[in-house]
């Protein structure tokens, strides 16, 4: 039987510890697609939730819990790209919300950014999920530059909105799947590596707080270095041989989505390394050493080790680092600070308010009493978030929306 030792290395007292309840919830179109290709790798220990203003999009989505955003306000049919309704329609669904995460420790936010719903739902959910006092997460994308300075905008903006409520942000441009792609590279191949971005996250935080480790990594832990201030570089490296961990944390390090040079800025480093009984304690202190050197020098490092008879020969180290560079966000916040965005009043939610789980939208199918809806009320204030105005000429808008401008 395995010892397992406390960081201070001393043998931990064996008591009953709660299980660490995990939840992802994927926001918008991008949210949902990154929700299904997470739900293809079979990820033990994560609870899934769908959440869209787009209910045809929602319906294809697999994720076992589905919520319909906004069903009054969007009837189903999306945002057209207008932030301050994909804003609302998160508000308006808090009790489906509340009742669907209330329960986790942590909460993984996934979408796209530039959208409506992702660039206006994002932020009101994760302000829900921090009132809740669970750690929040939240993994999105940033538009190609060819998709325009509008989406570019929207994206700013609510980035902007969306750091004040998260404990961590990582923010993975999709201009840098760019620097990989070869020229025969799909389109569905190379979004899926920056799906792969969220994967290493939520696999690597699940491992570290669930696998029972030789040198244990406690979930305090981790909350602690996920709520430094500042943006954050998370990834998994694998290795194989005579230099297997060496190669794992290099992999780790030089993966293309991150910018490796920023760990020099970090404020707190997690290390978890994992292999087979051939793990040395040589192996471990090198790689320790490497990112002692590469991290700041008042970094707060904290690192565990778990064992896996499958692992001979090979080695994988999941690394996360927090308080680097503020999401490299001070010049777009100067320039989003500059500019007055209004939208509408959102009424307060009725006493029952339907939830679709399941992807029918039967108005009768399910309801959440209206005390979970009064947990949470929103600091985001209507004036100060995003415009809810439908654009008359943009063809994003449905024409439902378009209309309605025109009158």
Known sequence: MTQIYSLSGTPAKAKATKKISIKLIG??????????RLLEFGLDGVEYVAANTDAQALKRCHAPTKILLGRRSTRGMGTGGDPGAGAQA??????????ALHDADLVFLAGGMGGGTGSGAIPVIAELVRSLDTLALAIVTTPFNWEGHPRQRVA?????????FCDTLVVVPNDKLLQFATPTLSLDVALRAADDVLRQAVQGLTELVSRPGI??????????????PGGALLTVGSGK???????????????????????????????????????????????????????????????????????????????????????????????????????????????????????????????????AAKRFTSRLQPSSTFSSAPVPNNLDTPAYLRRGAHS
Do not use: Y
């Open 27 to 36: 926001v918008g179109g991008a949210g949902g697609n990154a929700v299904d």
């Open 90 to 99: 998160a508000r308006e669904s808090i009790a489906q919300l509340t009742e």
């Open 156 to 164: 700013t903006a609510g980035i902007v909105q969306l750091q004040r």
């Open 215 to 228: 040198i244990q990594v406690d979930f305090s832990a981790v909350q602690a270095l996920l709520r430094k």
């Open 241 to 371: 041989g005579d230099r297997k961990v060496a190669d794992a944390l290099r992999m780790a390090l030089q993966h293309p989505l991150h910018d490796a040079a920023a760990l020099d800025q970090a404020t707190g480093v997690l290390a978890h390394f994992s292999g087979g009984a051939d793990l040395t304690l040589h192996e471990i202190n090198d790689a320790i050493s490497e990112l002692r050197a590469a991290a700041h020098p008042k970094a707060e490092l904290v690192w565990g080790t778990s064992s896996d008879d499958q692992m001979v020969g090979r080695a994988q180290v999941i690394l996360m680092a927090t308080g680097v560079g503020g999401h490299s966000l001070q010049d777009v916040m100067q320039e989003t600070q500059q500019t007055t965005i209004t939208t509408s009043v959102v009424q307060e939610p009725e006493p029952f308010i339907e939830f679709a789980p399941l992807g029918d939208l039967a108005d009768n199918e399910f309801f959440v009493p209206a005390h």
